[in-house]
């Protein structure tokens, strides 16, 4: 039985990146496909939310004398090279992807908006939405709250490298427990980092359902949209 019937997932760009920590890992791009073809099968609606931490990020702007407005754009056209690589794969595993953007990139692809997505949507096709929000000063966490609004989800799926929320960061923490459920007003009560502010924010004051997942590992996608326990939902 499928719980959530309309998903966005977003996933990290620096999940993509090679064993030097940049450009691609062809295996996690094929991991993410097949993870993503397989809820597609099931007749899940999907939503894909890429960073672009692989490739760039505004943060590095100032390092290599660049202005952080300038950064930030470049960041969010990193996210725009992770989609096409997305589409291209999920092709080649026999999935049909629309990739649109938040800017307008012509010759690559449409200009999204909540009816584009929509339409796309019911053609039975995947959705890449690329270029965050198309504003700099925000995050690709953000884009896809915002975006997972938009498009009704059911549910936003943060794929992380870790298994859930941890009381603290279990990489630093040997001890740190995992929440299985969390709501809003715990995770600010008891400082929990699960995305950036404007992220976190948005999904709560728009009733937005979060799973943080482990995306490294094969099936957690399929265990989410069938409500099996995985990872840490907050609602
Ligand atoms: N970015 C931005 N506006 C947005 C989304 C992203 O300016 O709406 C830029 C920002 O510089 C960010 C970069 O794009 O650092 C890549 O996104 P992010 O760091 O969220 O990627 P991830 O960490 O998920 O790989």
Redesign the pocket.
């Known amino acids: 039985m499928i719980k959530y019937k309309r998903i966005l997932i977003k996933l990290?760009?620096?999940s993509l990146a090679d064993t030097n920590g940049y450009g691609f890992s062809s295996e996690m791009l094929m991991h993410y496909a097949n993870e993503i073809k397989n809820a597609h099968e099931q007749g899940v609606e999907i939503a894909v939310v890429l960073?672009?931490?692989?490739i760039?990020?505004?943060?590095k702007s100032k390092n290599i004398n660049i202005d952080k407005t300038d950064?930030?754009?470049m960041?969010?056209l990193?996210?725009v090279i992770n989609s096409k690589a997305l589409q291209s794969v999920l092709k080649n595993v026999g999935v049909d992807a629309e990739l649109v953007c938040a800017l307008e990139i012509e010759g690559i692809c449409r200009k999204t908006n909540h009816i584009v997505v929509e339409k796309i949507l019911k053609q039975n096709k995947v959705c890449i939405i690329a270029g965050?929000?198309?504003?700099?000063?925000?995050?690709?966490?953000?884009?896809a709250a915002l975006r997972a609004i938009e498009m009704k989800a059911d549910i936003l799926l943060k794929g992380t490298r870790v298994d859930a929320v941890y009381s603290a960061d279990p990489e630093k923490v040997p001890n740190a427990t995992p929440f299985e459920t969390l709501t809003f007003d715990e995770v600010i009560d008891k400082e929990l980092k699960i995305m950036d502010m404007t992220a976190f924010t948005l999904c709560r004051e728009n009733n937005m359902p979060i799973v943080v997942f482990n995306i490294h590992k094969e099936g957690n996608i399929q265990k989410i949209i069938t409500g099996e326990k995985c990872g840490t939902i907050i609602n």
Do not use: L
């Not at 760039?56 to 943060?59: D, E, L, S």
């Not at 504003?135 to 953000?142: A, C, I």
């Open positions: 990290s760009g620096e960073g672009g931490g692989n760039f990020r505004g943060i950064g930030d754009y960041g969010m990193a996210t965050g929000t198309g504003n700099p000063f925000f995050t690709t966490d953000s884009a």
